[in-house]
């Protein structure tokens, strides 16, 4: 019984000390700054400007939160405090290019603690050479050659989806729609789960996780973290049980060792000749799930409204992907170099990630003090990245609120002014998957339809990634001859 109550007492000491700490630190910073730090604000105690940074997203325009501490404070770099962490935002094309080239160097990946909790034993929470090992492991399922492989069953998976959900209505919403359509490939692609209801369990609960994946990780009823965490260990029980179902299938050989993502992850070893655990094989999937079809369906989504408002912009596009159509045999499913002649229609991809990028930014942190655009960055001390810095200067895009596909001929912007994926060794890894999922479903979609927005001012706030507030509905026209 003593030792009961020691325990507890040395749990609740523990706990109180941390709290302590952290509230005299969060005061020191504020009321004794250091003065070789970036200028700018930390904000409140506690959620420093996290609140202002979240209304943002939900403004017309959400690049003001950064544009007006660079104009404020620094052009090239400012401190601020968000999710409860001291940060320094590293801005513009040579603030991209630093954090990129530096990464094991002088900064190393880093996501919010909600993040790395819900996603414990994945790539997110690796660093340095275990980071290179685990992510190689994980890139052969989506690497250049394996894409090229993926090209047709997207096509065959795409044609079958518009078949169900858009031929044949009037209206449609979407977001929603496309948001079922990205994340059914991924399931089918990575994990061969084709199971309609196993599918909509998994999407209902996708979409609690990532309400609450970046946010306060406030682990109480009522809560978005603590929604997300109910729904993160649904999710990884799903998985758990397919990824042991797989094992059997593989040992009595009823499953094949290329199949998919989950096959090579359960075979393969990595360059130390280490399996990988369970957890972590859950876990790197819910991650490749989540990366893989939340972002594109922001994009597609977008793309959407863009070729709605644009009609010029859509009948160049129209025209592309028809000449790629006639060029097939009849029944001939699209390969991957059909993907390369869509050259202007990924330019109008391109521009969309510009005016509407799918995240605000992502995070490093400094392993080691450093000194950058002479203020001293010191070791902990969390960075980010965002294209909010150079994606609306005019300085780097002429007519920066202008749709103009064509920027990306020829040169293209400057090197690192347009980093939608990131850069260095931790670019988004889900970038080159990207390409094909969504040309793919563009050469279907236009190619049987046009569309008109049934709300044209209809708002688009991040949530955390942008997300029309209706659903983006759209009434549908058909082409008099579909190809």
Same mark, same amino acid.
């Given at each position: 019984?003593?030792?009961?109550?020691?325990?507890?007492?040395?749990?609740?000491?523990?706990?109180?000390?941390?709290?302590?700490?952290?509230?005299?630190?969060?005061?020191?910073?504020?009321?004794?700054?250091?003065?070789?730090?970036?200028?700018?604000?930390?904000?409140?105690?506690?959620?420093?400007?996290?609140?202002?940074?979240?209304?943002?997203?939900?403004?017309?325009?959400?690049?003001?939160?950064?544009?007006?501490?660079?104009?404020?404070?620094?052009?090239?770099?400012?401190?601020?405090?968000?999710?409860?962490?001291?940060?320094?935002?590293?801005?513009?094309?040579?603030?991209?290019?630093?954090?990129?080239?530096?990464?094991?160097?002088?900064?190393?990946?880093?996501?919010?603690?909600?993040?790395?909790?819900?996603?414990?034993?994945?790539?997110?929470?690796?660093?340095?050479?275990?980071?290179?090992?685990?992510?190689?492991?994980?890139?052969?399922?989506?690497?250049?050659?394996?894409?090229?492989?993926?090209?047709?069953?997207?096509?065959?998976?795409?044609?079958?989806?518009?078949?169900?959900?858009?031929?044949?209505?009037?209206?449609?919403?979407?977001?929603?729609?496309?948001?079922?359509?990205?994340?059914? !490939?991924?399931?089918? /692609? $990575? %994990? =061969?789960? &084709?199971?309609?209801?196993? @599918?909509?369990?998994?999407?209902?609960?996708?979409?609690?996780?990532?309400?609450?994946?970046?946010?306060?990780?406030?682990?109480?009823?009522?809560?978005?973290?603590?929604?997300?965490?109910?729904?993160?260990?649904?999710?990884?029980?799903?998985?758990?049980?397919?990824?042991?179902?797989?094992?059997?299938?593989?040992?009595?050989?009823?499953?094949?060792?290329?199949?998919?993502?989950?096959?090579?992850?359960?075979?393969?070893?990595?360059?130390?000749?280490?399996?990988?655990?369970?957890?972590?094989?859950?876990?790197? !999937?819910?991650?490749? /799930? $989540? %990366? =893989?079809? &939340?972002?594109?369906?922001? @994009?597609?989504?977008?793309?959407?409204?863009?070729?709605?408002?644009?009609?010029?912009?859509?009948?160049?596009?129209?025209?592309?992907?028809?000449?790629?159509?006639?060029?097939?045999?009849?029944?001939?499913?699209?390969?991957?170099?059909?993907?390369?002649?869509?050259?202007?229609?990924?330019?109008?991809?391109?521009?969309?990630?510009?005016?509407?990028?799918?995240?605000?930014?992502?995070?490093?942190?400094?392993?080691?003090?450093?000194?950058?655009?002479?203020?001293?960055?010191?070791?902990?001390?969390?960075?980010?990245?965002?294209?909010?810095?150079?994606?609306?200067?005019?300085?780097?895009?002429?007519?920066?609120?202008?749709?103009?596909?064509?920027?990306?001929?020829?040169?293209?912007?400057?090197?690192?002014?347009?980093?939608?994926?990131?850069?260095?060794?931790?670019?988004?890894?889900?970038?080159?998957?990207?390409?094909?999922?969504?040309?793919?479903?563009?050469?279907?979609?236009?190619?049987?339809?046009?569309?008109?927005?049934?709300?044209?001012?209809?708002?688009?706030?991040?949530?955390?990634?942008?997300?029309?507030?209706?659903?983006?509905?759209?009434?549908?026209?058909?082409?008099?001859?579909?190809?």
């Amino acid at each position: 019984m003593y030792s009961s109550l020691y325990d507890h007492l040395l749990l609740i000491g523990t706990l109180s000390l941390l709290s302590l700490y952290f509230v005299i630190k969060t005061f020191k910073e504020r009321l004794f700054p250091n003065p070789h730090l970036p200028p700018g604000s930390l904000g409140w105690p506690l959620i420093g400007e996290s609140l202002e940074f979240l209304r943002s997203g939900h403004s017309p325009q959400p690049e003001r939160f950064t544009r007006d501490r660079m104009e404020k404070y620094n052009p090239q770099v400012f401190k601020t405090s968000l999710l409860g962490e001291s940060m320094a935002v590293f801005c513009g094309p040579a603030g991209n290019k630093f954090l990129f080239s530096n990464e094991n160097k002088l900064v190393n990946l880093w996501w919010p603690r909600s993040v790395k909790k819900l996603l414990e034993s994945s790539l997110v929470n690796v660093v340095g050479d275990e980071a290179k090992k685990m992510k190689r492991m994980i890139m052969t399922s989506l690497d250049q050659d394996a894409l090229k492989r993926y090209v047709g069953r997207m096509d065959l998976e795409t044609q079958h989806h518009i078949r169900k959900h858009w031929e044949g209505k009037e209206e449609v919403k979407v977001y929603p729609t496309v948001n079922l359509y990205t994340f059914e !490939l991924s399931c089918h /692609l $990575f %994990a =061969s789960i &084709d199971d309609p209801i196993q @599918v909509s369990k998994l999407a209902h609960q996708f979409h609690i996780f990532l309400k609450g994946v970046i946010h306060f990780p406030i682990n109480i009823p009522g809560t978005r973290f603590y929604s997300a965490s109910k729904a993160a260990n649904e999710i990884k029980k799903e998985l758990r049980l397919i990824a042991r179902q797989r094992r059997d299938a593989l040992d009595k050989k009823i499953a094949s060792p290329g199949q998919d993502l989950l096959s090579h992850l359960l075979l393969s070893t990595d360059a130390g000749g280490r399996f990988l655990s369970e957890s972590e094989i859950v876990d790197n !999937l819910l991650l490749l /799930l $989540f %990366a =893989s079809h &939340d972002t594109t369906t922001s @994009v597609i989504t977008c793309v959407i409204k863009y070729l709605a408002e644009l009609p010029e912009v859509f009948e160049m596009v129209l025209r592309e992907q028809l000449d790629i159509a006639k060029s097939k045999e009849a029944g001939e499913l699209l390969k991957w170099e059909d993907i390369q002649k869509m050259r202007y229609s990924w330019n109008v991809v391109y521009e969309v990630l510009r005016l509407m990028p799918p995240i605000r930014g992502a995070f490093r942190e400094a392993i080691v003090d450093f000194t950058y655009a002479g203020y001293t960055i010191p070791k902990g001390w969390k960075l980010c990245w965002t294209p909010a810095s150079t994606t609306k200067d005019p300085g780097f895009f002429p007519n920066a609120e202008d749709f103009v596909a064509s920027r990306y001929e020829g040169a293209g912007p400057a090197p690192y002014s347009f980093v939608p994926f990131g850069g260095g060794p931790r670019i988004c890894m889900g970038n080159e998957y990207a390409r094909p999922q969504i040309l793919v479903f563009l050469h279907n979609i236009v190619k049987r339809f046009k569309w008109d927005l049934l709300i044209p001012d209809e708002k688009i706030p991040y949530d955390p990634m942008p997300a029309p507030s209706q659903g983006l509905p759209v009434r549908l026209q058909p082409h008099q001859s579909s190809a």
